[in-house]
């Protein structure tokens, strides 16, 4: 049978039960979740929790998904879409297949991030396709965990894997998993964490099949249909209830690691009845270091900030953005076009996000804060033991959020485009020549205002090898969480070299800087903005910020 064979009917499930219907999907992307978590290897994947889990329609549009990382999961069905659109056409995807990619330029995100996809068949018909993508913790390149801060080309990133088969009608393909073991730095745990992910598609197919018996393939089909109506109809009315106009706001990228010049990130959002127009033309040509973004990772920042200012619950899936129009001609910074860089895609998505944010605050002003931290601080060490022997942590540090008109913002809180957590310090401990020597709140970073934006942290590492290299790619070095309403900017973020007691400052990018046994980098995140006067501010809660060392 194909899938056209289906005949969907729109009325099969009653409103409870395609309420239940959409839950229980949601259900399976989070078993796939726990899947991840409980089989990975690294600790990127494993405890920093850098990885997301969908279900798609046969169509390959996402439907459900866990609550994970929303740079990826707002990503990943444009991504498949890139795959089956350009690559590999669903009429060569057979049960027991796993096709994977990491290719930016072929619906992936960045080289560390593996996209890894299954069709589910019942009855010879494909019903679904399940999905996971996970951050490895190293996929080759220049720098260790495939961060280059200074790569001029993608070539430079590490190993690209185009859209193939990993998996064939069940069958492991070992050539294509031999070529990719071979040219990570830690391929123990690249094989680990794609078993993982391998063991994740199979929980999927396992319960989409079950769901898929209960009601049948057809009801499948028609229920999926029907909740991407309902995410647009939804999407629809909120956009309804924004005063109509146009809105913009213009936000800054330090610098690409190459230049010192900084890049412009420009919207102009148009609100006109039940749609939206995100216009991103405005924003600077594509850069040479790998600050870029692929049209695909800025519209994640685009679906976040659209998601982020709705007053009441959307489902997050492909229906939500029916309504909304995004303007990107290729080859600007948040549109690359190839072999543009952009490991540290992310910082341009982050500011995709706060900038939208920015124009809609003055609009809604009462439902959008000021400028969370807007980086993800990625720090990456590899150690170099008397043997050769190589470890690899890659860390990502968060900051405070944005105050909101009537509360203050949340200090050290992974907010925006990531859902990161930290990874533990006997951790890194245990696995790594490395000391964790401070780890704290950093006082006075959160912009000052009648609600004072949330502190970002501090944390410290010191070198225990003989020697290691070190890369940094973070931003807000230079541009400051903007504050709202008369509040002031979060404090900048800073990285600093501790040598033999002498402090030297480095920038945001930082790439291959050889350390040595005793070497200290110590890493400052910046803070939230301010909102409304400072002048404002209730004198209990200054007396409070002061007593708990705030500021």
Request: charged letters at 20%; proline letters at 6%.
């Amino acid at each position: 049978m194909t899938p056209d064979a289906l005949k969907p009917d729109a009325d099969a499930l009653s409103p409870v039960s395609l309420e239940i219907f959409r839950n229980a999907l949601t259900a399976t992307a989070a078993e796939m979740d726990v899947t991840v978590w409980r089989t990975s290897r690294s600790t990127v994947v494993r405890e920093l929790l850098d990885y997301s889990t969908a279900v798609f329609d046969r169509d390959g549009r996402n439907v459900a998904q866990a609550a994970r990382i929303p740079q990826h999961l707002n990503s990943m069905g444009a991504g498949l879409l890139t795959v089956i659109e350009e690559h590999l056409p669903l009429d060569r995807w057979e049960d027991g297949d796993v096709v994977i990619t990491n290719d930016p330029y072929s619906g992936g995100q960045h080289i560390p991030d593996i996209l890894a996809f299954r069709p589910v068949f019942v009855n010879g018909a494909r019903v679904a396709i399940v999905g996971t993508l996970c951050h490895h913790l190293d996929m080759g390149g220049m720098a260790a965990g495939s961060y280059s801060a200074t790569a001029t080309e993608i070539f430079q990133e590490g190993l690209r894997i185009p859209p193939i088969k990993l998996v064939r009608r069940g069958a492991m393909d070992e050539n294509v998993f031999a070529i990719m073991t071979r040219n990570v730095r830690r391929p123990d745990m690249l094989k680990g964490d794609l078993q993982a992910q391998l063991a994740s598609l199979g929980v999927g197919e396992a319960n989409v099949r079950a769901l898929a018996g209960r009601v049948g393939a057809e009801v499948f089909v028609a229920s999926c249909a029907r909740i991407l109506d309902q995410s647009e109809a939804a999407m629809r009315a909120m956009l309804s209830r924004i005063p109509d106009g146009v809105y913009s706001f213009e936000d800054w990228l330090d610098d690409d690691g190459i230049t010192p010049d900084p890049i412009r990130i420009h919207a102009e959002v148009t609100i006109a009845g039940d749609r939206a127009t995100v216009d991103l033309s405005g924003s600077s040509p594509q850069a040479r270091g790998p600050v870029n973004a692929t049209l695909a990772s800025s519209l994640s920042g685009v679906t976040f900030a659209m998601l982020a200012v709705s007053d009441v619950d959307i489902p997050a899936n492909a229906g939500c953005m029916r309504p909304v129009t995004v303007v990107a001609p290729e080859g600007l910074v948040v549109s690359a076009r190839s072999p543009a860089p952009v490991a540290n895609r992310i910082a341009c998505t982050h500011r995709v996000a706060t900038t939208i944010l920015g124009a809609l605050s003055r609009a809604i002003p009462d439902r959008v804060p000021a400028a969370y931290y807007g980086v993800s601080y990625v720090m990456t060490f590899q150690t170099i033991g008397l043997d050769g022997a190589r470890g690899v942590l890659v860390e990502i540090e968060v900051g405070g959020s944005g105050a909101h008109h009537d509360v203050d913002g949340l200090s050290g809180y992974t907010y925006g485009m990531h859902n990161n957590s930290n990874i533990p310090v006997e951790m890194i401990e245990s696995e790594m020549p490395l000391t964790i020597m401070a780890y704290g709140l950093s006082p006075g970073s959160g912009g000052a205002g009648r609600r004072r934006g949330g502190l970002g942290l501090f944390r410290e590492w010191r070198v225990d090898s003989p020697e290691a290299i070190f890369s940094a790619n973070a931003e807000r070095f230079r541009f400051r969480p903007y504050g709202l309403e008369g509040g002031e900017p979060g404090r900048e973020g800073r990285l600093t070299l501790i040598r033999d007691g002498e402090r030297t400052a480095l920038g945001s990018k930082v790439n291959n800087l050889p350390l040595r046994r005793g070497d200290v980098i110590r890493l400052e995140t910046s803070g939230g903005g301010g909102f409304g006067p400072l002048a404002d501010r209730a004198p209990e809660a200054a007396a409070r910020d002061a007593a708990l060392g705030y500021v």
